[in-house]
């Protein structure tokens, strides 16, 4: 007779893996239902619920809409699965968009930085995106920029004409000449520009906000972060690790179905711990990354993305994806909700963060004399001579974003 070894997989040890695989795969708002519905099904586990900030009835019904809703994140993988499921090429590029979506539902960087860190041709990124665009509902979500995004929406309307081309082109003369300017720089009648912004003012043109929302509100932060001589300390203060309780029951007094209730059980909350073990890795990760905008704030926030963190951890993007779902730090520079602190370069060129750049811009434009404003041409001198590549246009969507008039209007309210 001849002896070997060989390995068998029990049934127990199959439905744990199943377990884990399926807790990492969820979101928070997922996780906090499946446990609910496993505790309602299991006597032997039970959950003690997570404490609100608030007890009235408006705070328990503003809690309930926050658990419910649906991130911008899951919602995109869900909108891309048959593309992702191709595999090969296809997959490795839409995981890459994915990664590099920001909350406004816009790129943050383009398709030339995204091919460069993929080692792939930029044609294939930008032939991929256009499917990716033309795929996900709403229209506008993957835009690089304002005028993409207000564009996909109008050919997702079958809006867009010669005029509104001319329009969207334009668009940018609109805010320091008015509808007058578009008339200039278009050619196109006074009234048909007016019908024409008239269509623009009904579009959204941060699709991906839809998906926000504040839960800083309704609920204590996750994670608390805590400066010291050694770094940042991280302390985790609201996950469901610590309320999962199983009653202790003799073995005496245990019927078959308690004892294969309690092994449920017993699964389910190992698997979990196995979750929030993943969860802490990646947290951990974030904030080895972003130190400095916790001392510092936004003039700190290093560019990151979801991919880097993957990478960084050994956990696939749409795991970490969705154990950040939700998730809120709370650090010196008060809550933060986690996907805020990923951002992309400012340009390709850049290697520093759109919200660095934004930061650096607002501290420059409060110092500046009233009189005589700093217009868009000089704060990109200025933001280049201090190694800081970016483009006057870019200058522009920044300064409006962080909800600044151009110089012509601060000259005269000053």
């Not at 996909?152 to 668009?171: I, N, P, S």
């Amino acid at each position: 007779m001849v002896l070997g070894t060989y390995l068998r997989a029990k049934h127990s040890q199959v439905f744990r893996l199943g377990q884990v695989v399926n807790l990492l795969q969820m979101s928070s708002a997922e996780l906090d239902e499946h446990l609910s519905e496993q505790a309602n099904d299991n006597p032997m586990l039970v959950l003690r619920q997570r404490r609100a900030v608030g007890t009235s009835t408006t705070d328990v019904l503003e809690m309930t809409a926050v658990e419910q809703a649906t991130g911008l994140y899951d919602h995109v993988f869900r909108e891309l699965t048959g593309l992702i499921g191709q595999g090969g090429l296809m997959e490795k590029v839409i995981m890459a968009l994915i990664g590099e979506l920001e909350p406004s539902g816009w790129l943050g960087r383009g398709p030339d930085a995204i091919a460069d860190s993929l080692g792939l041709s930029v044609t294939l990124v930008e032939t991929a995106l256009q499917v990716v665009q033309k795929r996900v509902d709403p229209a506008g979500l993957f835009a690089r920029g304002l005028q993409e995004c207000l564009q996909l929406q109008l050919e997702d309307r079958d809006a867009m004409t010669g005029e509104m081309a001319l329009v969207l082109d334009h668009l940018q003369v609109l805010e320091s000449g008015g509808p007058a300017a578009l008339v200039r720089a278009t050619g196109v009648t006074y009234d048909t520009v007016q019908e024409c912004l008239a269509v623009l003012r009904r579009l959204d043109p941060k699709p991906g906000s839809a998906f926000a929302s504040d839960p800083t509100l309704t609920r204590e932060p996750d994670v608390r972060i805590t400066l010291s001589d050694n770094g940042c300390e991280i302390e985790f203060l609201s996950t469901r690790q610590d309320i999962i309780e199983i009653p202790r029951i003799p073995r005496g007094g245990r019927s078959h179905e308690t004892t294969e209730a309690m092994a449920k059980a017993r699964s389910l909350k190992h698997a979990f711990e196995i979750r929030q073990s993943a969860l802490k890795q990646v947290v951990g990760a974030i904030v080895k990354r972003q130190g400095a905008y916790f001392r510092f704030g936004d003039r700190a926030l290093a560019p990151m993305t979801l991919s880097e963190i993957a990478q960084e951890t050994g956990f696939h993007l749409s795991t970490v994806s969705r154990v950040l779902n939700g998730l809120l730090i709370e650090g010196p520079n008060g809550i933060v909700l986690t996907r805020n602190l990923f951002t992309g370069t400012a340009s390709a060129q850049a290697t520093q963060s759109k919200r660095q750049v934004q930061a650096r811009i607002r501290t420059l434009l409060a110092k500046e004399d009233p009189k005589t404003p700093l217009s868009d041409r000089r704060l990109t001198a200025i933001l280049q001579s201090e190694g800081i590549a970016v483009s006057r246009r870019v200058v522009s969507n920044y300064r409006q974003e962080i909800g600044i008039y151009a110089a012509a209007k601060r000259r005269l309210r000053a």
